[in-house]
């Protein structure tokens, strides 16, 4: 037998014992690999790290239409240590803990607008931020006027199993004052209005375009010298650029009008007619990633990053076509948003760092 032979011989009985070990000392093998896991995760604490200023975390760049890839719209704002939440759609609570970041130190939350897509996932925000935190009141959550309706009903829903967590847990773990959500309503602002100002955190509320869904908004985010919008669902909004004026950041949703029309074709062809239809429907009250490079020109600020993305891109690959040549019509960076995306504005700086908390 020659030397190489040999070589394969013993490479490929090496390899046999490892294989058969790995399937006789599967169980055991598993249970460390479970135990390092689970302690690797109770350890993560992604605010721990973060450096003085603000941060926005994507938890949530989808929309309605099921995707693999995106939960419904979600956006973690992060001042020094104080964590916010803007939307709460479907897969929001899971992701934020996917992150690394608590949802038991969730301070607050500001709702843009009561569709389905940015509240039907704020029953296990409000559970997992009850359950986890040691906090002594209701989630506050500011929003529009109707932000009581939805809140109340929320409330209503999950009456029964709140209480039964605290007949199991205890009070000391579930206090019943702690469960829920608290609503704090503010006017359809006729003009950029300071509804929150508190630990150096001032967030401005202003009015956008997406009739016949009214009121809705969105938020600007002041902290240390940098600044963020996040725009909510909209139309073009002048609104909006006024608004974000000198920002650094704009996160935009956004809707490649000519991809819906294709799918709303093909949802004709399949049959689909009704759903076919909606698509149409949602060509008027959101914006293109064009738009929302215009505006981000028009308001002058640093990056634009676009959520609430539709249709869904599965692959980076599909971005080009999904903007569609908004590149030429703003200067700075556009970057098709992904859940668990972070940037970072660091106080005291003008750069924008950004990478992934997945």
Known sequence: MTKGKRTALWVATILGIALLSAWLFQRPIGLWLF???????????????????????????????????????????????????????????????QMGLPNG????????????????????????????????SPLPVYGPSGVEQVIAGFNAAYALDNGYRTAHHGEAITPPAAAGATAIAFALPAAPTVIYDAGGLRVTAFAVDH??????????????????????????????????????????????????????????????????????DILDYHASPAQAADSARVAGVQMLVLSHVVPSMPSPYLNAAFLDGAEDRFDGPIIVGEDGQYFSLPAGSKTIDRGSWF
């Open 211 to 280: 009739r016949p869904v009214q009121p809705s908004v969105g938020y600007r985010f002041d902290y240390k010298g940098r600044s963020l919008v996040v725009s909510g669902d909209t139309a073009p909004s002048s609104t909006l650029e006024v608004a974000s004026k000198g920002a650094d950041l704009l996160i935009h949703e956004a809707l490649n009008p000519a991809m819906v029309k294709t799918l709303a074709a093909k949802l004709d062809k399949a049959g689909r007619n009704q759903t076919a239809q909606i698509m149409r």
């Open 35 to 97: 135990e390092r896991a689970v302690e690797r995760a109770a350890a993560r604490d992604t605010l721990k790290d973060l450096p003085d200023g603000l941060h926005v975390g994507l938890c949530g760049t989808g929309s309605p239409l099921p995707s693999r890839e995106r939960a419904a719209s979600c956006t973690v704002v992060i001042a020094g240590k104080a964590l916010f939440v803007v939307d709460a759609g479907e897969g929001a609570a899971r992701n934020i803990a």
């Open 105 to 136: 130190r969730i301070k607050a939350m500001f709702l843009t607008h009561f569709h389905s897509d940015h509240i039907d996932g704020m029953g296990p925000m409000m559970l997992l931020r009850w359950t986890a935190s040691g906090n002594k």
